[in-house]
């Protein structure tokens, strides 16, 4: 008897406990051959708002993470996820196109590919479920392609370290920091692929960073600037971006603010490109945090999305 009185016990108050601590729910979703991702639901909230959220440059999948061997595991996108969810608000993430690119035999890949990705789901979320808003929100690459998709099929835009610049003013700074010497020849390689779609003439040292299938997809995405696609838009605008981010500085947000009509814009001090807080301007300390997923999210994060959501559903 004492055993069953023990064991209703801990079925009892082991239950509550784990509802107490359960804010949401989760569903995988695929929404075509490209696109699966995970649907994160807040338990108590109904018709809450979705807030799609879009993966920066390179093999990204749903959580934020690259895959194995390149040293970037943080976790941040599903935290997010998490943390909304607490807050009431549900969101979808997804692993990105390139991420089934073997699984499908994908032999090229271009911009307009990942916006199409984006206007799908947009499509599924639309038709198939009940949200009081669905929101994008793209982070770093993500940023364009949430705006290219977006444009008036969504309620509201979100950009995180989104560039405000065409991505070969970004690369030429990017690439030329690291190698000076070749700053010229990297700027002249760059025009050639926007004026051209292609170019022979580019430094050795980065002949892979040069090769014809990149030189492809940058043709595709090079001819889109951000600041006037975003100037386009109709829609309410958040623009986050960390002052210690070492990938996107915080003046490619001013950028993206200055042109959007209907934008708020938020600098968040000390935050990073992958949303945790880095006081320090040592670049080793601050990619360390790329690949440590214990780490909290930035504290202001959170609040910041929380209250442009709510602000949208109390309009």
Aim: proline fraction near 4%; charge should be negative; glycine fraction near 4%.
């Amino acid at each position: 008897m004492r055993y069953s009185i023990l064991s209703l016990f801990l079925i009892f108050f082991g239950s509550f406990i784990v509802s107490a601590q359960e804010t949401f729910t989760e569903e995988e979703i695929t929404v075509d051959k490209f696109t699966d991702g995970t649907l994160t639901s807040p338990s108590e909230a109904e018709n809450s708002s979705l807030v799609i959220f879009i993966q920066g440059s390179g093999p990204t999948n749903r959580d934020g993470n690259s895959p194995e061997g390149m040293n970037n595991k943080s976790d941040f996108a599903k935290k997010i996820a998490h943390e909304l969810a607490a807050e009431g608000i549900a969101s979808f993430r997804f692993d990105k196109r390139i991420m089934k690119a073997k699984e499908l035999n994908l032999d090229s890949l271009s911009f307009e590919d990942l916006i199409l990705d984006v206007e799908n789901i947009l499509i599924h979320f639309k038709k198939d479920r009940n949200f009081s808003n669905i929101i994008i929100a793209g982070h770093s690459q993500g940023s364009l392609i949430g705006i290219l998709a977006s444009k008036n099929n969504a309620d509201a835009l979100i950009s995180i370290a989104g560039a405000g610049e065409s991505i070969d003013h970004i690369l030429a700074a990017q690439l030329s920091a690291q190698l000076p010497q070749l700053k010229d020849d990297i700027e002249q390689a760059l025009k050639e692929i926007k004026e051209n779609g292609s170019t022979s003439e580019y430094p050795p040292i980065l002949g892979s960073f040069f090769s014809p299938k990149n030189q492809a997809f940058l043709a595709s995405w090079i001819k889109y600037d951000p600041a006037e696609e975003i100037a386009k838009m109709q829609i309410p605008v958040l623009i986050i971006n960390g002052t210690n981010d070492a990938q996107v500085k915080k003046d490619q947000a001013e950028l993206l603010h200055t042109a959007a009509k209907n934008s708020e814009l938020v600098l968040l001090e000390d935050m990073n490109h992958v949303f945790r807080k880095v006081s320090s301007k040592d670049l080793t300390k601050n990619y360390q945090t790329y690949n440590n997923p214990e780490l909290p999210l930035h504290p202001e994060i959170i609040p910041v999305l929380t209250d442009f959501i709510k602000n949208l559903e109390n309009k």
